[in-house]
């Protein structure tokens, strides 16, 4: 660290020596949360080298075997291996796209309203699910979707079978993406909200003079100002395509639907924490962590160019 | 705007009027139901009968609740947690951020401390090692196991390092000729007028910590350590331990679904009561965070 420091020093000015007396406060300053990082984020990431290890606690790290790739070949030539990573593609790119598209649909008809009373009073209750915790809306998604409950009702109205949609391969994924839109859309809809109040009023007067109708107006000036947002917000949730929501999935899933449901996430911490075969489990987390990383690096780099913002 | 009272146009905001209130209401019922189930008579909710409005209405639940040892041990957990944990963030948050919101002319290794916040931001080693590396620490059925790996909360740092950017430097400059040392220009300086992004920061840690039940349930053994939502977790129903549908059938259906509902319900009451706080200052750190370095 003394090196970068000392180069960092030279590039940016020259040849000041030693530290200032603020400095030194700063770095005391950041000591504290350093030693966090260095215990909970840092020495972890070495832990994770026991994805290529055949890990016995009691060796620990350093007395366990290396193994090279075999946990990795080990993986790949299970079945449910390879299945967890396709569920959490298909799942979280369904995500992906309801997410941009449901809560741009709620600002954009949300903001015709033009009465503040009810505006600020749709957007209370939206914002509201947010806030909740997965635990909590389990048991309400659950009641939701149980045989006696409302969207069974409507089933059987229109004369068809009641459905065990949690316990259903054909439905549980449309369960988990369209909750998570239900649970998200209120709060990812602010960022567009925003956009909108950003748009010069003047625009419309035009087009209402021009003779263009509300839909009109809608789609050739509210839809275009908002896209910058919208393709940096896809581009920001792309680094996001292997988190599939482990809290929600792991509070709705049981094992009748693992085969779609089972994500990375989740089959790390049943095959690591349940089944204790640590080094397997390293090895996914490990392969997650790294294809994440580069895909935040990519996506945030392709934000910077399409909208002149990342997020860092 | 001028109104056309066409009936494209009435028919347009009949629309969008419908769809904007189908959607909230569609936030708002499944919650209502819930307390109505927590209020209902056990019969009437296994018949299946509770919809918006309870039916037998009674609160012996709730009495039952009172009487109920380990869920206020839990709720006990969760607010010491709530409290420590806000604590222990709100100082990384802000000792980290007011060095890190200096330019590098001024702070000439910010690059690289930014690097490594910006590394441990993206990049984890996954929760198999960190759990060996909690064990190791002895930390493991300690309160301290639930605060302090997440103890420096990269993302509200970032926040409030855009926030103290910007913050008048001349305000700064000013103390600073007036001797303050570092320490005072922070606390007289910028955490005044800092308020609405430390009240922002305050508002995320606080339901960061109520809300998780992951960290307990990975690090907590015994159940009576268990802080609330992990409790809450384990006992509606660990669907993880039912193999067939049948059961999932029963289970769903079985009658402490009313008392279920009230311990959910109640668990909920100390977000609701700072939910004007957490709606007010949400979009505010949602702006801010908007800004970007």
Same mark, same amino acid.
């Given at each position: 660290?003394?090196?970068?420091?000392?180069?960092?020093?030279?590039?940016?000015?020259?040849?000041?020596?030693?530290?200032?007396?603020?400095?030194?406060?700063?770095?005391?300053?950041?000591?504290?949360?350093?030693?966090?990082?260095?215990?909970?984020?840092?020495?972890?990431?070495?832990?994770?080298?026991?994805?290529?290890?055949?890990?016995?606690?009691?060796?620990?790290?350093?007395?366990?075997?290396?193994?090279?790739?075999?946990?990795?070949?080990?993986?790949?030539?299970?079945?449910?291996?390879?299945?967890?990573?396709?569920?959490?593609?298909?799942?979280?790119?369904?995500?992906?796209?309801?997410?941009?598209?449901?809560?741009?649909?709620?600002?954009?008809?949300?903001?015709?309203?033009?009465?503040?009373?009810?505006?600020?009073?749709?957007?209370?209750?939206?914002?509201?699910?947010?806030?909740?915790?997965?635990?909590?809306?389990?048991?309400?998604?659950?009641?939701?979707?149980?045989?006696?409950?409302?969207?069974?009702?409507?089933?059987?109205?229109?004369?068809?079978?009641?459905?065990?949609?949690?316990?259903?391969?054909?439905?549980?994924?449309?369960?988990?993406?369209?909750?998570?839109?239900?649970?998200?859309?209120?709060?990812?809809?602010?960022?567009?909200?925003?956009?909108?109040?950003?748009?010069?009023?003047?625009?419309?007067?035009?087009?209402?003079?021009?003779?263009?109708?509300?839909?009109?107006?809608?789609?050739? %000036?509210?839809?275009?100002?908002? +896209?910058?947002?919208? @393709?940096?917000?896809? *581009? #920001?949730? =792309? /680094?996001?395509?292997?988190? $599939?929501?482990?809290?929600?999935?792991?509070?709705?899933?049981?094992?009748?639907?693992?085969?779609?449901?089972?994500?990375?996430?989740?089959?790390?911490?049943?095959?690591?924490?349940?089944?204790?075969?640590?080094? %397997?489990?390293?090895?996914?987390? +490990?392969?997650?962590? @790294?294809?994440?990383? *580069? #895909?935040? =690096? /990519?996506?945030?780099?392709? $934000?910077?160019?399409?909208?002149?913002?990342?997020?860092? | 705007?001028?109104?056309?009272?066409?009936?494209?146009?009435?028919?347009?905001?009949?629309?969008?009027?419908?769809?904007?209130?189908?959607?909230?209401?569609?936030?708002?019922?499944?919650?209502?139901?819930?307390?109505?189930?927590?209020?209902?008579?056990?019969?009437?909710?296994?018949?299946?009968?509770?919809?918006?409005?309870?039916?037998?209405?009674?609160?012996?639940?709730?009495?039952?609740?009172?009487?109920?040892?380990?869920?206020?041990?839990?709720?006990?957990?969760?607010?010491?947690?709530?409290?420590?944990?806000?604590?222990?963030?709100?100082?990384?948050?802000?000792?980290?951020?007011?060095?890190?919101?200096?330019?590098?002319?001024?702070?000439?290794?910010?690059?690289?401390?930014?690097?490594?916040?910006?590394?441990?931001?993206?990049?984890?080693?996954?929760?198999?090692?960190?759990?060996?590396?909690?064990?190791?620490?002895?930390?493991?059925?300690?309160?301290?196991?639930?605060?302090?790996?997440?103890?420096?909360?990269?993302?509200?740092?970032?926040?409030?390092?855009?926030?103290?950017?910007?913050?008048?430097?001349?305000?700064?400059?000013?103390?600073?000729?007036?001797?303050?040392?570092?320490?005072?220009?922070?606390?007289?300086?910028?955490?005044?007028?800092?308020?609405?992004?430390?009240?922002?920061?305050?508002?995320?840690?606080?339901?960061?910590?109520?809300?998780?039940?992951?960290?307990?349930?990975?690090?907590?053994?015994?159940?009576?350590?268990?802080?609330?939502?992990?409790?809450?977790?384990?006992?509606?129903?660990?669907?993880?331990?039912?193999?067939?549908?049948?059961?999932?059938?029963?289970?769903?259906?079985?009658?402490?679904?009313?008392?279920?509902?009230?311990?959910?319900?109640?668990?909920?009451?100390?977000?609701?009561?700072?939910?004007?706080?957490?709606?007010?200052?949400?979009?505010?750190?949602?702006?801010?965070?908007?800004?970007?370095?």
């Amino acid at each position: 660290m003394k090196a970068a420091q000392t180069k960092n020093v030279s590039a940016v000015k020259a040849k000041r020596q030693g530290l200032t007396r603020e400095e030194k406060t700063f770095h005391l300053m950041l000591l504290p949360g350093m030693i966090i990082l260095l215990l909970f984020v840092f020495i972890p990431l070495v832990g994770s080298l026991m994805a290529f290890q055949n890990y016995v606690p009691a060796k620990g790290l350093l007395g366990s075997k290396w193994v090279g790739l075999e946990n990795y070949k080990f993986i790949f030539s299970l079945p449910d291996g390879r299945q967890v990573f396709v569920n959490t593609l298909v799942i979280a790119f369904a995500k992906l796209v309801m997410n941009i598209f449901v809560p741009v649909t709620f600002a954009i008809l949300l903001n015709e309203i033009t009465a503040k009373v009810f505006k600020r009073t749709f957007q209370t209750i939206v914002y509201l699910p947010h806030f909740l915790s997965w635990v909590v809306l389990a048991t309400v998604v659950t009641n939701m979707f149980s045989l006696e409950g409302p969207f069974n009702a409507v089933v059987t109205m229109f004369g068809g079978e009641p459905i065990q949609f949690l316990a259903s391969n054909s439905w549980f994924r449309k369960v988990i993406v369209g909750t998570d839109v239900w649970k998200e859309f209120g709060y990812n809809s602010v960022v567009y909200l925003a956009a909108l109040t950003g748009i010069d009023p003047g625009l419309y007067e035009a087009a209402n003079i021009d003779g263009a109708n509300r839909f009109k107006q809608i789609w050739h %000036i509210t839809v275009p100002a908002l +896209l910058p947002t919208v @393709v940096l917000m896809t *581009a #920001l949730n =792309l /680094g996001n395509i292997l988190n $599939a929501g482990f809290d929600q999935i792991f509070n709705l899933y049981n094992p009748i639907v693992y085969e779609t449901a089972d994500i990375i996430d989740t089959y790390v911490y049943r095959i690591g924490m349940v089944e204790r075969q640590y080094s %397997i489990g390293a090895a996914v987390g +490990l392969l997650k962590s @790294v294809i994440s990383f *580069a #895909l935040i =690096l /990519g996506a945030n780099k392709c $934000a910077k160019k399409a909208t002149g913002s990342g997020i860092f | 705007m001028k109104k056309k009272m066409s009936a494209g146009y009435l028919i347009s905001r009949v629309i969008i009027w419908a769809v904007v209130i189908l959607l909230t209401l569609s936030c708002l019922l499944p919650l209502i139901n819930m307390v109505a189930i927590s209020l209902s008579g056990s019969d009437a909710v296994a018949a299946n009968e509770v919809g918006l409005l309870p039916k037998d209405f009674n609160v012996s639940t709730y009495k039952k609740l009172l009487g109920d040892a380990q869920f206020w041990k839990s709720f006990l957990i969760s607010v010491e947690r709530v409290v420590l944990g806000t604590a222990i963030n709100m100082i990384f948050t802000i000792s980290m951020a007011y060095p890190l919101s200096k330019s590098r002319l001024r702070f000439r290794a910010r690059e690289v401390y930014m690097r490594i916040v910006i590394f441990a931001m993206l990049f984890s080693g996954g929760i198999i090692p960190l759990f060996m590396v909690v064990s190791k620490l002895h930390l493991v059925n300690t309160i301290w196991s639930l605060v302090l790996p997440g103890a420096v909360p990269v993302f509200n740092v970032i926040l409030l390092i855009n926030f103290f950017k910007g913050v008048p430097e001349s305000l700064d400059e000013a103390a600073r000729i007036d001797g303050a040392s570092p320490l005072e220009i922070l606390i007289k300086v910028y955490l005044p007028v800092s308020l609405p992004a430390l009240a922002t920061v305050v508002l995320f840690a606080l339901v960061n910590h109520w809300n998780d039940y992951f960290s307990g349930l990975l690090y907590m053994s015994k159940a009576e350590m268990y802080p609330l939502q992990t409790y809450i977790q384990q006992l509606t129903v660990d669907l993880t331990q039912i193999t067939d549908a049948n059961q999932l059938k029963q289970l769903a259906s079985m009658n402490n679904r009313t008392f279920n509902a009230t311990k959910i319900v109640v668990s909920t009451i100390p977000l609701l009561i700072i939910y004007p706080f957490l709606q007010k200052y949400f979009v505010t750190g949602m702006v801010i965070g908007a800004v970007k370095e």
